[in-house]
């Protein structure tokens, strides 16, 4: 039988890269701002659209990345038990079977 795999990692390796790409968009804005006083910089189109809409960007990112954490972790499924292992008993190696000793 083939692992479950769930189709919301995709979406939150994507999401998580377009974050870390906005958040360093706005680091270099934010750096290129402080680093040439008195000299207007020449703006390239991206850092004026994160001029203007970074942080609502960076907001929504962040909450998506939320959700996605939440959804990921309700939809996952338990990893499938071994063939050694017995339904409803715990693993020989386990924590509680270690307690005792």
């Known amino acids: 039988m083939k692992p479950h795999k769930n189709p919301l990692y995709p979406l939150m390796g994507l999401v998580g890269f377009l974050f870390s790409?906005?958040?360093f968009a706005?680091?270099?804005?934010?750096?290129r701002a402080i680093h040439s006083p008195g000299a207007a910089p020449?703006?390239?189109a991206l850092m004026d659209f994160i001029?203007?809409?970074?942080?609502?960007?960076?907001?929504l990112e962040l909450g998506l990345l939320a959700v996605l954490t939440f959804g990921i972790m309700a939809t996952d499924r338990e990893p499938?038990?071994?063939p050694t292992s017995q339904p409803g008993?715990?693993?020989?190696?386990?924590?509680?079977?270690?307690?005792?000793?």
């Open 80 to 82: 499938p038990e071994s």
């Open 26 to 31: 706005y680091f270099v804005m934010s750096w």
């Open 51 to 59: 001029d203007q809409h970074g942080i609502l960007l960076l907001a």
């Open 42 to 44: 020449n703006n390239h």
């Open 89 to 101: 008993k715990p693993a020989a190696d386990s924590l509680s079977s270690r307690k005792g000793a």
């Open 21 to 23: 790409v906005t958040a």
